[in-house]
């Protein structure tokens, strides 16, 4: 029977065997018999001692190094040897240096701009972990310590992945240095706009900080993570968070980091803003110049990384490198159609022309939706997959992410037609309704649909002013009606789905052709017209009466939470644009009874 000493070797042997020389197989022979006498403990010293040999010798063969690695993976770790060998490799593959200390009791992981403490107990114990950036304090990090503790090393392995991508910037350490100088700058003075104070527009505080603050709902970083900017949240998100953990789920994040550049950008070295902020005539600070004093020439820009990825039209892509002075720029971007685009990113459907899906409603109802491809290939209506937003000010940032909510409201109406897609319809299905989706302009789309009985065609035509205001118009034979355009708007606004809202127009119209039809406006002209004409107080009282009778399962009706840190006293409107109250409804009242 085999030793432990004789099965360790032999285990080696098995590796190397397949892909090597007879020469190698009579070593291999040799040194099983040379080792076979050896006991457990001092075979263990010898492949250790093996291992340590080769951590600083870049000219090992990359087989030899897979098996080092899968040797180390394999042997517990229940020694403090045994633990600074584990974060040893770790720190080797993610390409961080590692050393103890005099004391050979803290392991540490370290790279150009920031380094890890590992605080080690006897028996391989972690008594915590603390990250740094060079220069400053250490701080606790309490996931890290958790994972080492669990000796759940590969999550601890993907975290170091994380850091050391957060911080790939190019140059010298002082360069470096620099860079992130300036990225922590610019945390300070995006702290300092949040904090601003503004007046509310919604009755939910966390989803009105996320859609109507001057830059979202920041968090700061965590465990040398960067910062977060929450910054567009949709009802199907508030509901999917209600619904799971009682609480408003995240929606679309934008992470605060920086990143190479081949051109030098003039990036902060001190707060732009004066304390207290100056603000102007919208409730914006009033910036320091970048001059000399201030800023620096450094070959890199700040970056708002997108989760997910956005797809955004060109228009779109157009006006963000306006924002950002030309940082922002269309070139090498792939242009596809954006149906393609949102098809690609939220579904395994292959784009093609005149895709149909089906979309199940409440009561059994289903609807058709059809994407004629040669209509939306047209140049106005192509985007390309946004990763990242570079810019180089911290004033470019609200005007981005008002360009990211517009883009976000574009493509949540868009995907409602296909989210929800049935794959599993027998070919008898018989639909409610048939709808065509053709792009118009640049934030205009309408829907082609056939009510029953009647052998005409009608047509909403939808309107995406900016992602607080949507206008629908109506376009029926012989039939004008302004108060439905409104009431169909802001039924589309409540729940910011096109199946929802042709759902609620196909039963209201129903309800209205079996009354006279109204009168048609005396100027065909005015019929075409998108418009928002007032209505009269008493009307409006018994619209929202009407709304508000049935909720269903779509009531949202919960306590609102306290959002952190929110500065109310004073009534600066952060957007030239009046506020149509997207989301107040869906906490207050429900969707209208005709949408169940």
Known sequence: MESKSERVVHCWSVTFIASA???TKTLMSALKSKYADKSWNETMQLVRRCMDKTKGDGRVCEPITKC?????????VSSLTGMVSRLEMIAKQRGLGSHLSPTETVCYLTSDLFYIEVVLLPGGRVEDVRTAHHGETPVSSPSLLQLLRMKRFQEFSLKLDDLVSFYNIQGDSDVKAKIYSALRFLETDLFKISHLPRSLRESDLHVDLIMNGRIGNVQ???DGTPMTVEYYISPLDVLMGLSDTGDVSSGRIALVMVGNSDTSHRLQIESLISS???VDSLGFPVFQPLTDSCSELLPATFLLKLQPPLPMLSSFIENMGTITDGVMSEKDLQMEPLPQLLIKQNSQISWTDGIQFVVPLPASEYHSYVFPGAEWGRESWKGALIHTVPFHHPGHVPALLNVLRHQSAINVLLESCFRNHNHHIDAGLQFDLRCEVLPESDH????????DGSSHLAVLQVTVVDSHQMSCRLLMPDFVDHKLDDYISRVLMRCMSIPITMRAVRKKVSSLTTQPVPVPDPEPSTAMEITSTPRSSESAVQEERTASSSPGYYL??????VADNTNTDAVANPSPCASLA??????????????L
Request: charged share 15%; net charge neutral; glycine share 4%.
């Open 68 to 76: 080092l690695e899968k040797i180390n993976e394999a042997l517990n």
């Open 582 to 595: 997207v989301y107040s409804h869906w906490v207050t009242s429900g969707l209208p009874a005709e949408l």
């Open 220 to 222: 700061p970083g965590r």
């Open 21 to 23: 020389s007879m020469k």
């Open 444 to 451: 205009c789309l309408s829907v082609t649909f056939s009510l």
């Open 276 to 278: 207290p902020p100056q």
């Open 556 to 561: 949202m009706s919960v306590p609102s939470p």
